[in-house]
């Protein structure tokens, strides 16, 4: 597989009054195409400001960023929002939905900043939800849906413009352990039917276990990065009978 993430000695400080608070203090890191990377550590230990940054989001102090071979640390403001409506889906922890907007309407949105029009969109909208499993309630806002509901439409809208990397900050942190396992199963489908990129924050073992690599953070800096087995998951007909019916997987 090719490398789709190249970081090399990143750094990142921020200045809080009189303090110099260094988040990254040179972070060297390579993310291969088609993996599936968890990113653990504590509060403060610098995952959060690597998401950002991956994303961009923010801009690094000093040090190199690849993205599929392209230096991005060094792009204007205009270069890096392109980049990021062409190759990466955002998943947060609150969902981040518009209360006015019905699911459709949310899942869209997206199209809106691409530079032609989509003549397909209803179409490539409706396809989304249904890959995770809202299939006929392209209507309901988000206050007529639970919370693994809201993050499932959330993950459908991320991947509207067919991301090549999905980057989530504790997309689990606001669900019960039923509704954080249906959404991990999502996570994985799409990472080996489709060969999406993950990249997600979290504090959870259990969680990070979904992944194929744990990097542990610590203090701005990667203190271990190991490869795991992942879990195997039931087939996709499955998982959307079982979000359906409510039941966990």
């Given at each position: 597989?090719?490398?789709?993430?190249?970081?090399?000695?990143?750094?990142?400080?921020?200045?809080?009054?009189?303090?110099?608070?260094?988040?990254?203090?040179?972070?060297?890191?390579?993310?291969?195409?088609?993996?599936?990377?968890?990113?653990?550590?504590?509060?403060?230990?610098?995952?959060s400001?690597?998401?950002?940054?991956?994303?961009?989001?923010?801009?690094?102090?000093?040090?190199?960023?690849?993205?599929?071979?392209?230096?991005?640390?060094?792009?204007d403001?205009?270069?890096?929002a392109?980049?990021?409506?062409?190759?990466?889906?955002?998943?947060?922890?609150?969902?981040?939905?518009?209360?006015?907007?019905?699911?459709?309407?949310?899942?869209?949105?997206?199209?809106?900043?691409?530079?032609?029009?989509?003549?397909?969109?209803?179409?490539?909208?409706?396809?989304?939800?249904?890959?995770?499993?809202?299939?006929?309630?392209?209507?309901?806002?988000?206050?007529?849906?639970?919370?693994?509901?809201?993050?499932?439409?959330?993950?459908?809208?991320?991947?509207?413009?067919?991301?090549?990397?999905?980057?989530?900050?504790?997309?689990?942190?606001?669900?019960?352990?039923?509704?954080?396992?249906?959404?991990?199963?999502?996570?994985?489908?799409?990472?080996?039917?489709?060969?999406?990129?993950?990249?997600?924050?979290?504090?959870?073992?259990e969680?990070?276990?979904?992944?194929?690599?744990?990097?542990?953070?610590?203090?701005?800096?990667?203190?271990?990065?190991?490869?795991?087995?992942?879990p195997?998951?039931?087939?996709?007909?499955?998982?959307?009978?079982?979000?359906?019916?409510?039941?966990?997987?």
């Open positions: 597989m090719s490398t789709l993430i190249d970081v090399r000695d990143l750094k990142k400080s921020y200045l809080l009054g009189d303090i110099v608070v260094n988040a990254l203090q040179g972070v060297t890191l390579a993310i291969e195409r088609g993996t599936f990377v968890a990113v653990m550590g504590e509060s403060g230990s610098g995952k400001t690597l998401l950002n940054l991956l994303g961009c989001l923010d801009r690094p102090t000093s040090g190199r960023y690849l993205l599929d071979g392209i230096p991005v640390e060094t792009m403001r205009d270069q890096l392109e980049i990021r409506n062409q190759k990466i889906g955002f998943i947060f922890q609150n969902f981040n939905l518009l209360p006015r907007m019905d699911a459709l309407e949310d899942v869209e949105l997206p199209l809106l900043y691409k530079d032609s029009e989509t003549p397909n969109g209803d179409e490539l909208g409706q396809r989304a939800l249904a890959d995770v499993g809202l299939a006929g309630r392209e209507l309901n806002f988000p206050a007529q849906r639970s919370g693994g509901q809201q993050q499932r439409v959330a993950i459908a809208r991320a991947l509207i413009n067919k991301p090549e990397i999905l980057l989530a900050d504790e997309p689990t942190g606001a669900l019960d352990s039923h509704n954080g396992a249906e959404i991990m199963n999502i996570f994985q489908r799409l990472n080996d039917s489709q060969g999406i990129t993950i990249v997600m924050v979290t504090h959870s073992d969680i990070a276990a979904y992944a194929g690599r744990i990097i542990g953070f610590r203090d701005g800096l990667i203190v271990s990065d190991k490869k795991v087995t992942k195997a998951i039931p087939p996709a007909e499955a998982v959307a009978v079982h979000i359906a019916a409510g039941v966990s997987p």
